[in-house]
């Protein structure tokens, strides 16, 4: 068995759950944030800055790798972890969410998608088959199974469509899977349909999968539609399966994502804000670029235990970004990461301590005072 | 007294020697190469980081610090060192290198030089009260008298009117200089003349600087050219004085200026190369971007110690500079500037073993075997 999770802890006021995720490259806690390495590189970081700031389980990306550097180049380098000398668990996602974002670059068949690369324009081609060759090439600790992700807002009809693929796809996926090491899951789809929800879980709960990815979902549709989905599909997987939502990182999603059930979590956000100079703080984002923070020589967030808030400023992080200094993006990454994985942490010591409803609430009151 | 020199081992086969510089913020080893910091950051990396490697002194940019964030910003912040949370040692320059850089945007006079900032075309003016009170509010160890550094090449009438602008300004520097803890150099001039860099030194040297700067060389004159002047003009300061070579960052101008009695150097060459994929090995300069290292596996420089080099692969390093990610240059520009500091670390090493010249031999002809 590639992964074994376990469920450790129920929360008696929501459906949040501790848990623990055992995989070939170590334990890890759930409920979990995993950065994002788009490239095999989380985002300005090195692999040891992103463990001392809590970092245990990385998300690298099938698409990206495959054009760039080439998954057998990465094979060829004894793998994912070892190219990048990251040494805990990754999960690589499937390709599927990137190719269907490419819009007119690609062209959906029943064997699979025709895509054009968005570095230069080069034509390939991904099917269920092809996405599972890939990952194995990677070697990542947990795969994705190749899926079609509708996108916000669509008819029924199409997420119809999707999902039925999707189900097709995963069967294809679940047969040409053979690294046994590596945890093949499942994705549910069915857009912001509740049936349709039901029928693609029951559907890929029917094949089995040691995990699944709720996807479809952080694509464009309001929040609330975004958790009542999340109140249908949740209970309908077993409880013994970790579910992950895919694409969510923002502090309240997470929050009521983990309320919901949700045990695994990724998303850009954290970096991709940082990098153009908006922080988290406990009372709210803030735009350390602003003129305001100019003369502020206090911490990005006077409650934050990081790296960048025990020794520099606002007024210095500001300067930085303003200078287009590589320094500033690093420090604004490594406070967004720690904020968010520090929010994980605090979400799984109050489940265990049976305080969790009462922490987000707490902590969301102030984070939207703004 | 804001610093103590001392020199504490001549080389007996040449004119290289082993010193200690005390500052108010600790004491180096001579000959030291600085990093360059020049917009209050060391491109890419963290305080830390700079030290972790042997970085003990750095350089940073009067001209870059006075246009962005502004010096009184500075000086608010509690000076440079709190501002970037460095705590040993820094130099500043006094902005005149850049300032007669800015060609068409600046015009000089008597009193000083107006010029238009490359940020935003702003009016600005410099004179040597101007300089030195700038570097009084960034607040740094030592810092520098503002000069004007001729061109290469330049007619001998130019290089006596810059050298002798050079010496009326060094005394208004020194006069307006007020900050005691702060030790200013003073730098001489005289192009690429002989008799001119004499008596630049002897001008200079009436002024009693506690240190002396070597300017207008490595700005395209051929290197054997500025070995030459370096003969000339090292034995024209006092032995009690450290001897500064601005702008010399290459390793082999750093092994024939310290065997021709120089003591300090900087230069942004590592880093800037670091950026653009280039990096230094014990066999020469390798580009590490080109295709012929997608596959190779092996270390940046297998000799060499540092983070990047125990970490990672040449393939790795360079599919994150070929996908433009943030972690490609710092892992390279670790490597170059670890690269340089070790290079020095050997230099003091050897002078004390009595082998420096066999040393700077021995790695002068594998790194230029190419």
Request: charged share 15%; net charge positive.
């Given at each position: 068995m590639a992964i074994i999770f376990k469920e450790l802890l129920k929360d008696s006021k929501s459906r949040a759950r501790l848990g623990e995720l055992e995989t070939p490259h170590g334990k890890v806690e759930t409920p979990i944030f995993m950065p994002v390495g788009t490239q095999a590189t989380v985002k300005t970081m090195t692999p040891e800055e992103v463990k001392e700031m809590g970092g245990r389980l990385i998300l690298?990306?099938?698409?990206?790798?495959?054009?760039?550097?080439?998954?057998?180049?990465?094979?060829?380098?004894?793998?994912?972890?070892?190219?990048?000398?990251?040494?805990?668990?990754?999960?690589?996602?499937?390709?599927?969410?990137?190719?269907?974002s490419l819009g007119p670059l690609r062209k959906i068949e029943e064997d699979g998608v025709r895509f054009r690369s968005h570095i230069d324009g080069s034509e390939h081609y991904f099917s269920p088959e092809r996405a599972v060759e890939i990952q194995e090439a990677l070697g990542a600790d947990i795969i994705m199974a190749f899926d079609e992700c509708a996108p916000y807002p669509c008819t029924r009809e199409y997420a119809v469509k999707a999902l039925e693929r999707t189900t097709r796809w995963a069967g294809r996926c679940k047969k040409a899977h053979g690294r046994e090491e590596q945890a093949l899951f499942g994705i549910i789809q069915g857009g912001t349909f509740r049936d349709l929800r039901e029928i693609s879980a029951s559907q890929l709960l029917e094949l089995d999968f040691p995990g699944y990815g709720i996807g479809g979902l952080s694509v464009g549709e309001p929040k609330e539609l975004m958790y009542e989905m999340l109140d249908y599909t949740v209970p309908l997987i077993l409880e013994e399966k970790p579910r992950y939502l895919m694409g969510v990182g923002s502090p309240d999603c997470l929050l009521e994502g983990v309320a919901r059930g949700v045990d695994m979590f990724d998303c850009v956000l954290p970096t991709r804000i940082a990098r153009n100079g908006t922080v988290f703080t406990h009372t709210g984002k803030l735009v350390v670029r602003n003129a305001a923070y100019a003369e502020d020589f206090t911490p990005l967030d006077p409650e934050c235990d990081c790296y960048t808030c025990r020794n520099f400023s606002r007024a210095y992080v500001r300067h930085l970004i303003k200078a287009n200094e590589v320094l500033g993006i690093r420090l604004t990454t490594i406070h967004n990461l720690r904020f968010i994985i520090r929010l994980m942490e605090n979400v799984r010591r109050t489940i265990k301590e049976g305080t969790f409803l009462e922490y987000k609430e707490k902590f969301l009151s102030r984070f939207n005072s703004d």
């Open positions: 690298s990306n099938t698409y990206h790798l495959y054009l760039r550097p080439g998954h057998q180049l990465v094979r060829k380098a004894g793998g994912l972890h070892r190219f990048m000398n990251w040494d805990g668990p990754i999960l690589t996602d499937s390709g599927g969410f990137q190719v269907f």
